[in-house]
């Protein structure tokens, strides 16, 4: 016993000795992480690298939270399965199979879809093959599911996601959007973000200050939006909705 707590004694001096964790990681300091098995700090190391876009820590961070001491590592809500998705949309091949046989198993938080798996078993490397992943990924919570502004999806180009390209990606994670200028939300307006809600759509509102350009993004992002939903539900349906919504929510 003396000595178990002699042990316990040393490590944690050695955890309060050790160096700070930077924003850029240091492999020394990660090895000695892993050796305190501080597994917490290792991925809040991991994490500052992860933000600003790197697919191998993301996967890294995926492995560690979905791996034998994913508890040990204290990770947020879904953020193993999140982390492994976004490294594959972001290109990561060995991810991307990874991801591949968790839908094939229907592991790892993900709805079996044998489907979804040969999608992402393709190696999908154009925007519009991994959109087409998207659509066919399914999770078992749908709380763990990713909004669609989250995720990584580039053109293989280059050229910056326009409002039509957006669109298809809320499109494709199965939250249609729509969105609407004016300013922060007051009663009503959060009353028919409600009942839009109600019918799997999400409104979101985008503030009042006008700008050519964005008008040009909303504009193109809503009517691929509308179309869609028009084409699943009937011509004229998200106009239908709409006046069906405002009249509710006004009390006429």
């Known amino acids: 016993m ?54 191998a820590k ?68 154009t925007f519009d093959a991994r959109l087409a992943c998207v659509h066919l990924t399914q999770f078992r919570d749908t709380r763990a599911r990713l909004g669609c502004g989250e995720l990584p999806i580039a053109r293989e180009d280059g050229r910056p996601l326009d409002g039509i390209d957006a669109a298809r990606i809320c499109l494709a994670t199965g939250t249609p959007t729509l969105l609407e200028p004016g300013p922060p939300p007051g009663p009503q307006t959060v009353r028919r973000i409600r009942e839009y809600a109600r019918h799997g759509i999400t409104l979101e ?8 350009a964005y008008e040009t993004y909303r504009d193109a992002f809503n009517r691929t939006t509308v179309a869609a939903l028009d084409a699943g539900h009937g011509p004229g349906y998200v106009e239908r909705l709409g006046n069906d919504i405002d009249a509710r929510v006004s009390g006429k």
């Not at 991307?96 to 999608?119: I, S, T």
């Open 2 to 55: 003396m000595a178990r707590r002699a042990g316990l004694l040393a490590a944690a001096l050695a955890v309060g000795l050790a160096p700070a964790a930077s924003a850029r990681a240091d492999p020394a300091y990660e090895a000695w992480l892993l050796r305190m098995g501080d597994y917490a700090t290792l991925a809040d190391v991991w994490r500052a690298d992860t933000d600003n876009g790197d697919g």
């Open 58 to 125: 993301q996967e890294r961070l995926a492995d560690l939270f979905l791996g034998p001491h994913g508890r040990a590592a204290k990770p947020q809500p879904y953020e193993g399965i999140h982390n492994l998705y976004v490294a594959a949309l972001r290109g990561r091949r060995s991810a991307v199979l990874r991801l591949a046989e968790a839908l094939d198993k229907g592991a790892l938080g993900f709805r079996r879809r044998p489907d979804a798996a040969r999608c992402w078993a393709n190696l999908p490397g």
């Open 205 to 212: 509102v985008t503030g009042d200050v006008y700008d050519e």
